[in-house]
Every structure is written in structure tokens, then in C-alpha cells.
């Protein structure tokens, strides 16, 4: 008795789709990512609808990463809510200085998913939600006078941050990261003055 260990259809298609659109954006072609995916259009109508549901489980396969990443990022500097706040910006530096780096997959595809009422974007906004939530957990441990708004201020630093390391990559611009974790720690330090 043998064991399979290749991916199914429905893995190949969610590894070449969320490869693909996050390397040449959501407008790629499905011929393209069925190529990839070395699977029939059948597979894809069958696993996810069509484009569009793949996307969708691209984007929530994603977002769970994403989430997952920050979690273990804040995890690995510490106990001190400062400091794992601050450890994403020193992180998202790494990020945007990888050769492969795009910008951030969830502006992308809320800019290019042209209808409304595709459900990338709920699933894009509920990212939002939960990124938005681990930054507050942490202000409020920190005693932040006002948490849900730092964190929606720390939420725009780390969207800048991502956007412009992906539009002006090598400018001769002050390093983005570094200069969003210089606003974070004014941020993190309002309710701190004396």
C-alpha cells in the first residue's frame, strides 16, 4: 500500500494561484494558473466555482498566514507590548527587502477585484479586522489611552510601509520601514509623556 504525496488538484491550484497572483497581480490569466497547477479547467469549476471562489480561498489561505506570521513575530520579541509592536516593523524591513516582495497582496487585490460584491474583499476586510485586533490587544496591555485608534494608526504605518516599499523600491528615499517605526514608537509613547 502506497501513500500520495503529491498535492491533490485542489492544493496545486490553491499553491499556483496564490503564487501567481501575488507575483503577476489577480488580472492573471486561469489558463495560466491551470498551467501551473498541471490540472483540467474541470478541476478548478468542480474545487472552487471558477476564478473567482479561488481567489477568495487564495486570499482566506493567505490572510491566515499573514495573521500567523504577525502573531509569531510579536511572540518571538517577548513578553513587553512595546517591543512587540515595534518587532513588526522591524520585521516588515526583511519583508520589502526580499527580492520576490510585491507589496501587499490584500491592497492589491482591493484595488484590482473591480466589483464590490466579489467576496476577496470581505475576506480582505476581515484581514484588516484581525490585524487591527492584535495590534490593539497589544495597546491596550501597554495602556494606551486610546487603543482602538493607535491601532488603526499603526494599521496605516504598516499599509504605507508596504505600499511604498513595493512602488519605490532602491529609491533614494529614507528606508520606509525605518521611518514608520520612528512614527510607531510616538505612537506607542502618547500615553506614556510626562
Do not use: W
Not at 524591513?93 to 487585490?109: H, K, M, S, T
Amino acid at each position: 500500500m502506497s501513500t500520495r504525496t503529491t498535492p491533490g488538484p485542489r492544493e496545486r491550484l490553491l499553491d499556483a494561484a496564490q503564487q501567481l497572483t501575488y507575483s503577476h497581480g489577480m488580472g492573471v490569466g486561469v489558463d495560466t494558473i491551470l498551467k501551473a497547477a498541471n490540472v483540467a479547467r474541470r478541476s478548478l469549476y468542480e474545487h472552487f466555482g471558477g476564478k473567482d471562489g479561488l481567489i477568495a480561498e487564495v486570499l482566506r489561505r493567505s490572510s491566515d498566514e499573514d495573521a500567523a506570521r504577525y502573531e509569531k513575530t510579536m511572540t518571538a520579541a517577548g513578553e513587553d507590548p512595546r517591543e512587540r509592536l515595534l518587532a513588526v516593523f522591524d520585521r516588515l524591513a526583511e519583508v520589502i527587502a526580499a527580492p520576490d516582495f510585491r507589496g501587499c497582496r490584500y491592497l492589491a487585490a482591493d484595488l484590482a477585484l473591480a466589483d464590490p460584491a466579489h467576496p476577496g474583499h470581505a475576506i480582505t476586510r476581515a484581514y484588516r479586522r484581525r490585524v487591527h485586533g492584535l495590534l490593539e490587544n497589544e495597546l491596550v496591555r501597554l495602556g494606551h489611552p486610546r487603543p482602538e485608534h493607535a491601532a488603526g494608526q499603526l494599521q496605516l504605518l504598516i499599509d504605507g510601509t508596504l505600499a511604498v516599499g513595493a512602488t519605490r523600491p532602491g529609491a533614494d528615499l529614507a528606508d520606509p520601514a525605518a521611518s514608520a517605526r520612528e512614527l510607531a514608537e510616538r505612537i506607542l509613547d502618547v500615553g506614556h509623556r510626562t
